[in-house]
């Protein structure tokens, strides 16, 4: 009855109407359409937080554990539920369709925007997607599934060719998007980059043949590439009925992306398709056909989130602020990864201590998310120190008063500039903490002003006739000597103290990456010498001109300090100390979207400041606030290691909780961690004359490990608890029959033999040395989770799926399974297995059926 609503509202419109549906109104939202009673539907990064539609630290969002945490912790009802908290969220802002999650790989550690993405593994991310999309779309909110597909680093990523073959495009990058499909997600986002030579917005992938689409059908040339008449896998083979929104500004062309797969093109109102599109139809150029079903996509989309027609009422009830707090709190702990525990250091009895340090500079200011366009602005943070101060505190009998903690940051201020905050500015015309933001005419005359709470603004108001931003602001130091002041932004730019011009000039844009341009376009900095107290008035100013963006950044930073003086307070601190907690990680400059890392070193001499602590205390304690893999030479160094990636606002608390054995640190690794980069076997993520093979075929992240007979620091897995297992025994059936139905139950038999109750994830691998197939030494084929009181007994059954035993037949174009004997695997991570036992399959066969992984929400 709904499908056959859409087609009589698609005979209600025109092809003009029609038409104009298919690229976005704004940046944020598409246009409505009351002929047919069709709202605008809003859009919204992202993975970790919803944003909303303005880019404005006034309108704050909850933030989440970063997607690689919720990885981390291997457990699908929490990420789903995590996922009905952001639908909640994004229903509170109006927002339609969450643009996440994130379903690219972690092909290599030095992938700047891993934060953003699950794991290395294409079942551990399929899993942990279908859990976050059940739990959004749940809460009536689209779920997006992106990048689509092989958008797997940072670096010429509007432009690359990815290279690879197609065994491995099936086997492991579409993976996890045909998991989604087949959980039925709303939305799948097309990536920037190319595949095989042609952009994705047009990719074969997404192409799909239509009766009655006579462009397709009578003139292969016209179709825009060399693309077989097959159906793509996105709509043919997996029957995708969604829509297929562009990433922004990923439609660059008209004819090959209006021939294809792809639905809207975001954003708006400018867009090759809103330019040419009605006229290639007028001319026959681009079917109808295409057209209609384009449209069809994005009316059904709109009725599934209550965007068409009369609004359904909304009968969730709220959850109430300290319920999302505390389950932001216990998705911090749960994706906590303890990587190393020697002598049982942790958890830490609170009561029989006397003094705790507490070093590094992000104990003080944590990284609760990546940077880039999936950043949201919290409320609050709570630090690690603060979580810290507030459990010893508590267990002191003082809420909320820190009980001997002894903080020093170890390291010396970050010479980079930071935005202006309220900490250390006041608006000049209110008095207020903030900033003052002006948008000047071309005489200079005032058109709009507004206080802000950041020397960061993305998004200036727009007003008609504004030529200029002007962020204005008394800057009061915390310390007196030469000040780094910086402006962000493109074009001509000035910065004045106290009437004084410092920086006057003009800086040409010199790039087209949408990160770079709009959301961290780099400083133009100089040199100030001020007084600490003493206020001085700082303003920079920003040409706007077309084609450079609108963001502009006026920030600051501190006088260098010294280095040996700040080791050596951390060295004292760590002495007079029962135990040191150091917290050590990534910056904005080495880890974040838009750039891929070229070091996976800690930054800033963070290694010799863990070395020199542990020296001084032998009962230290490093946690590791990164998105991904980081470097970790000093490991051996240490009795207790923890992986704390970013977590979310809740941090302070949920680490806390950790620290103190409130709760069981939950988190398994998600990707594998190397003890030095060049140890690592799949590393590259810069393309060579604009192309990046993935000569590794199916072999990436442990599996590429295990094929070079290399170990690396932690395996793929690899988590402790505060108890201990036994693994005892596993069971499977002897045979199976090939095809669609040779799914096998696993149940293996472990036992706590560890002084407290846990949780341990039981993993199932499954390998094959006598092949016609290039296989892994061992993948992934299932897992799931126990848990047992001291002594107990448990069984974790574990299903796999017929994929598991499969593989895609590239000549035949299909799955299918190889008969002869499997070996099947289990135990706690890629490295530690020591259970086995010998499975036989049958006879072959295709898959022509079924679903694509066994999950823990089926």
């Known amino acids: 009855m709904a499908e056959d609503e859409t087609e009589r509202l698609l005979e209600k419109l025109d092809i003009g109407q029609k038409v104009r549906l298919l690229t976005g109104a704004s940046n944020w939202r598409t246009y409505e359409e009351p002929a047919v009673g069709l709202r605008a539907l809003t859009m919204s990064d992202g993975p970790a937080g919803v944003r909303g539609e303005a880019w404005d630290e006034r309108r704050t969002s909850l933030v989440l554990p970063s997607p690689t945490a919720l990885a ?129 917005s047009a990719s074969p992938l997404l192409r799909w043949p239509l009766k009655g689409d006579r462009a397709w059908e009578e003139d292969p040339a016209r179709r825009g590439d060399r693309a077989p008449r097959e159906s793509g896998p996105l709509h043919g083979g997996w029957g995708f009925d969604g829509l297929v929104v562009s990433d922004w500004g990923a439609v660059r062309s008209l004819l090959g992306t209006a021939r294809s797969g792809q639905d809207l093109a975001m954003p708006g109102p400018e867009s090759p398709w809103a330019a040419g599109l009605l006229d290639a139809v007028t001319a026959g150029l681009v079917d109808e056909a295409r057209i209609d079903d384009k449209v069809r996509r994005l009316l059904r989309l709109a009725r599934r989130v209550g965007a068409l027609g009369e609004p359904p009422p909304d009968r969730r009830p709220p959850t109430p602020p300290t319920g999302r707090r505390t389950l932001l709190r216990r998705a911090v702990a749960a994706g906590t990864v303890l990587l190393r525990n020697e002598g049982d250091v942790l958890p830490l009895d609170a009561a029989r201590l006397g003094r705790v340090a507490v070093i590094g500079p992000h104990a003080a200011a944590v990284r609760i998310q990546g940077g880039g366009s999936a950043e949201v602005f919290p409320s609050s943070v709570v630090t690690p120190l603060e979580g810290i101060e507030a459990a010893l505190g508590e267990a002191a009998g003082s809420p909320g008063g820190p009980a001997g903690v002894t903080y020093t940051s170890g390291l010396p201020p970050h010479t980079r500039p930071r935005p202006l905050d309220p900490a250390w500015t006041r608006d000049p015309r209110d008095g207020e903490p903030g900033v003052l933001v002006r948008l000047l005419d071309a005489e200079g005359a005032e058109l709009h002003a507004e206080h802000r709470l950041s020397g960061r603004i993305v998004e200036p108001a727009r007003v008609a006739g504004a030529v ?81 963006g609108i963001a502009t950044l006026l920030a600051a930073a501190p006088p260098p300090g010294d280095a040996p003086t700040a080791l050596a307070a951390a060295v004292a601190a760590a002495r007079a100390a029962d135990v040191a907690v150091v917290v050590v990680g990534t910056t904005e400059e080495s880890e974040s979207e838009g750039r891929d890392r070229e070091s996976l070193a800690l930054p800033d001499g963070q290694d010799a400041l863990v070395r020199a602590v542990a020296r001084a205390n032998p009962r230290t304690v490093v946690l590791v606030n990164s998105g991904g893999p980081v470097a970790l030479p000093w490991h051996l160094d240490v009795p207790a290691l923890l992986l704390a990636w970013f977590p979310g606002q809740e941090a302070g608390h949920g680490l806390a909780d950790v620290l103190f054995g409130r709760a069981e640190p939950g988190g398994r690794l998600p990707t594998t961690w190397a003890l030095a980069q060049e140890d690592v076997p799949v590393l590259d993520t810069r393309p060579r004359d604009g192309r990046l093979p993935y000569e590794e075929g199916v072999h990436i992240g442990h599996r590429a490990w295990l094929r070079a007979g290399a170990r690396p620091a932690y395996w793929f897995g690899h988590g402790l608890g505060y108890t201990s297992w036994t693994y005892e025994g596993l069971e499977a059936p002897a045979t199976v029959a090939g095809g669609p139905d040779a799914g096998v139950e696993v149940r293996v038999r472990l036992r706590n033999s560890g002084p407290r109750r846990g949780r341990e994830v039981v993993q199932v691998y499954v390998a094959r040395t006598d092949t016609a197939v290039d296989r892994p030494v061992r993948a992934l084929a299932g897992y799931a989770a126990v848990e047992a009181g001291p002594g107990e007994e448990a069984v974790a059954t574990v299903r796999l799926a017929a994929r598991a035993l499969s593989h895609w037949s590239t000549e035949r174009r299909r799955w299918e399974t190889e008969p002869g004997e499997f070996t099947l695997l289990a135990g706690s991570s890629a490295g530690e297995l020591p259970l086995r036992t010998a499975l036989t399959v049958t006879a072959t066969g295709p898959l022509t059926g079924g679903p694509w992984m066994e999950s823990a929400l089926r």
């Open 72 to 200: 981390a912790s291997w457990d699908e009802e929490l990420v789903r539920e995590l996922g009905g908290l952001l639908a909640a969220e994004a229903r509170r802002k109006g927002v339609q369709v969450l643009l996440a999650p994130t379903l690219n790989l972690h092909r290599s550690p030095l992938g700047g925007r891993h934060f953003e993405c699950f794991s290395e593994d294409p079942l551990l991310t399929a899993r942990t997607g279908v859990a976050f999309v059940t739990g959004v779309q749940e809460g009536g909110v689209a779920a997006t599934a992106k990048h689509f597909v092989a958008n797997d680093a940072e670096t010429d990523r509007l432009h690359v060719d990815v290279g690879v073959a197609e065994r491995t495009l099936r086997e492991l990058y579409l993976a996890p998007f045909e998991a989604a499909v087949d959980a039925g997600v709303w939305a799948v986002m097309s990536a920037y980059n190319k595949v095989n030579g042609v952009t994705m």
């Open 468 to 548: 200029t931003v002007e962020i204005r602001a008394l800057f009061r130091p915390t310390e007196s000597g030469s000040w780094t002041l910086g402006v962000g932004g493109w074009g001509l730019i000035s910065l004045s103290v106290d009437g004084r011009t410092l920086l006057s000039g003009e800086f040409p844009l010199d790039s087209d990456d949408p990160t770079r341009v709009h959301v961290s376009p780099p400083y133009r900095c100089v040199e100030a010498e001020l007084t600490e107290g003493v206020e001085s008035e700082v303003v920079a100013r920003r040409r706007l001109a077309p084609g450079t």
